[in-house]
């Protein structure tokens, strides 16, 4: 340990912001260092909770490290690290230190005891990472960023209002179990909801991490989604609607992913399609489904960033990330097309690499609960998942048709980084009873590698194999083609802007009609004035003078009448 | 009929796999790997949590074949609907 109650959140935030002060090589190796530093803080520390600081009535608990926030900041700063290798060839200050302060928001974030310390480092995650789409400093990457932004910051928005509610109520600010009954519960439970993308909350993650940096996309799939997964644990583990909503977070992503043509997205659907399996953990509730949780969201950071750094990679050396225009790529780039494979095999849950010892727990979870059609679903979304990331990701960039694109190889820093993410993921996956089960939640009591479970999985995963050839040998596989799909997000990006503008110009017209309509009006009284008070008007012929007396004599008269009234 | 892997635009290196002969290979691997699950599921007492397991013969191999072939053709279909050209949401 560095020091008594040091956050390792703050190594990372403070360590990133004075990062410009630094240049060159001695910048790379003290960018490198505080990820580590960050991880022998965080080892050194005993459960419990510190660093609590009174803020009017409020007592924030800066500090909370148990089993579940461990896990997470843990990969957190794993991953970090693993992100600063991946961008050690750049030369760019503003990625820098939003790469390392949006880390240290995800860690504080993991590790605060109450929900306003919670929210703050919430919206720093927002702040922090937009950074890193802007930074491709393209218009189309701003307007993502842009529309990235506000979403985020709603979350953090609503994040703050249920925070408000629950707090009025219940005189309460920490942030243990909540459940969708508690005052504010559902304010914060669509907050979670927002960054962990559910259902038709998810287009902000197939939206802008596709236009992020090349390092900033392996950056950004680590973070924020699986802070929300770490949020919807704390707070909403064994909501029986996370259940349904995981279910078809893994479910619905495969099929955009299969016809989508960038690879990115194709990867961010992916993500989506991962994080439904880690929500269904939550729901089922039970202390192996949590494990199962924690577990899935530790493998998946790396092999997710895995899969991200090598199509990064791609993207850095032949300028294209569109399946159309990739293919043949193993002649130039074998090492990258290696670690693909890897990364490939481990989201697949191939026996022996990370993701079949950490799905197999949730889906024995749902199994045990007798949920078998939640089950099925989880099977039927593996056999997407296959396809996907599995194939589609290493077969149309590295293989299939020769695109003829021969370029360099990926940077060496690249290669560390995809060498050190690549080995975790197989180590993970044929040690997980030294390397992953005992940083869980709850004791684990489970052996993945039964005769049944292996036969079962390579089953699944084979005979999805021989579908994809039999698919493509027959004409039948749906080719890539440059094109968009329309997506939820069609709805705030064309339809709410067309309905807009028809408003607008229909409030436009009827304003316009309306002002003539009184000007027309205005118009005539005027004119009425004019020809009966005008120069020559009727009433303007006659005397001035007699016609003041006889309204005089009027007004006095109705007087007289009125007071005799 | 769609070749896996048709040959390279350039003529530099030759690679194993630009042979159609050595992807057919591959192919036939796989074919043999899953024969191979086919006859193992019968040899084994299998030790899952649902019926339908043990008593569906090779449950998980027809499951994953169906699923994929209904996930890929039906988002084929499904493009139909959702394709727009690429500068969909420039204009």
Redesign the interface.
């Known amino acids: 340990m560095i020091a008594e109650g040091l956050n390792p959140a703050l190594i990372l935030i403070a360590g990133g912001l004075l990062a410009p002060l630094l240049g060159g090589r001695v910048r790379a190796v003290y960018m490198l260092m505080l990820p580590l530093l960050g991880i022998i803080q965080l080892c050194g520390m005993d459960y419990g909770s510190g660093n609590s600081i009174s803020l009017f009535d409020l007592n924030l608990i800066m500090l909370r490290l148990d089993r579940l926030s461990f896990i997470f900041a843990l990969i957190f700063l794993i991953a970090s690290w693993l992100g600063v290798i991946y961008a050690l060839h750049l030369r760019d200050t503003v990625q820098d230190v939003a790469a390392l302060v949006y880390a240290g928001a995800a860690i504080g974030a993991v590790l605060a005891g109450d929900l306003v310390t919670l929210f703050i480092y919430w919206e720093l995650t927002a702040v922090s990472s937009v950074f890193l789409i802007w930074a491709r400093r393209s218009e189309e990457a701003f307007r993502a960023g842009l529309r990235y932004l506000v979403i985020q910051v709603g979350s953090g928005v609503l994040l703050l209002a249920g925070l408000i509610v629950h707090f009025r109520v219940t005189g309460s600010i920490a942030f243990d179990h909540l459940g969708l009954e508690t005052p504010g519960g559902l304010l914060i439970f669509l907050a979670f909801g927002i960054k962990c993308a559910f259902p038709l909350l998810h287009n902000w993650l197939q939206d802008a991490y596709p236009q992020a940096t090349v390092t900033g996309a392996v950056v950004l799939s680590a973070f924020t989604t699986k802070l929300a997964v770490y949020a919807l644990a704390r707070g909403y583990a064994g909501t029986e609607i996370l259940i349904y909503i995981g279910a078809t977070m893994t479910a619905f992503p495969i099929f955009f992913a299969v016809i989508e043509n960038d690879l990115r997205k194709v990867l961010a659907y992916s993500l989506n399609n991962q994080l439904g399996f880690m929500v269904v953990g939550i729901g089922i509730g039970t202390e192996l489904a949590l494990n199962g949780t924690a577990a899935h969201a530790f493998c998946h950071i790396l092999y997710k960033a895995l899969l991200f750094m090598s199509m990064g990679a791609v993207l850095f050396r032949t300028g294209t990330i569109k399946a159309s225009e990739l293919g043949g790529l193993y002649k130039s780039m074998p090492l990258t097309a290696g670690f693909c494979i890897v990364g490939s095999l481990s989201i697949s849950a191939f026996p022996l690499f990370s993701g079949f010892v950490s799905k197999s727990l949730i889906m024995t979870a749902a199994a045990e609960g007798h949920h078998t059609f939640i089950f099925l679903v989880l099977l039927f979304a593996s056999a997407g998942v296959l396809d996907h990331s599995g194939i589609k990701i290493p077969f149309f960039s590295f293989f299939y048709h020769d695109s003829g694109k021969r370029c360099a190889e990926a940077p060496a820093n690249m290669l560390a980084a995809m060498g050190l993410t690549a080995l975790a993921c197989v180590a993970l996956g044929i040690f997980p009873q030294w390397l992953l089960y005992p940083l869980l939640p709850y004791i684990v009591d489970y052996a993945p590698y039964t005769t049944t479970h292996v036969l079962a999985q390579m089953q699944l995963l084979l005979f999805a194999a021989l579908a994809f050839t039999t698919l493509m040998k027959m004409g039948w596989y749906p080719p890539e083609i440059p094109s968009v799909n329309l997506d939820f997000d069609w709805t705030y990006r064309k339809l709410l802007p067309a309905v807009t503008v028809r408003v607008w110009s229909l409030l436009d017209r009827a304003w316009g009609r309306l002002n003539s309509t009184v000007e027309c009006g205005v118009m005539g009284v005027m004119g009425a004035l004019s020809r009966h008070h005008g120069p020559h008007g009727k009433l303007a012929a006659t005397w001035p003078t007699g016609s003041m007396v006889l309204w005089a004599v009027v007004l006095l008269g109705a007087c007289l009448v009125f007071y005799y009234l | 009929?769609?070749s896996?892997?048709?040959?390279?635009?350039?003529p530099?290196?030759k690679?194993w796999?630009?042979e159609s002969r050595n992807v057919n290979k591959l192919?036939w691997l796989?074919?043999m790997?899953?024969a191979g699950?086919i006859l193992?599921?019968a040899l084994?007492a299998?030790?899952?949590?649902?019926a339908f397991?043990e008593s569906f013969p090779?449950?998980?191999?027809?499951?994953?074949?169906?699923?994929?072939?209904f996930?890929?053709?039906?988002?084929?279909a499904?493009?139909r609907?959702?394709?727009?050209?690429?500068d969909?949401?420039?204009r």
């Open positions: 009929m769609t896996l892997t048709p040959p390279a635009h350039h530099d290196k690679y796999l630009d192919v796989l074919i790997a899953c699950l193992f599921d084994y299998k030790h899952g949590h649902f397991e090779v449950f998980y191999g027809v499951f994953g074949f169906l699923a994929y072939c996930i890929v053709l039906s988002a084929k499904l493009r609907i959702l394709k727009r050209d690429e969909y949401y420039d």
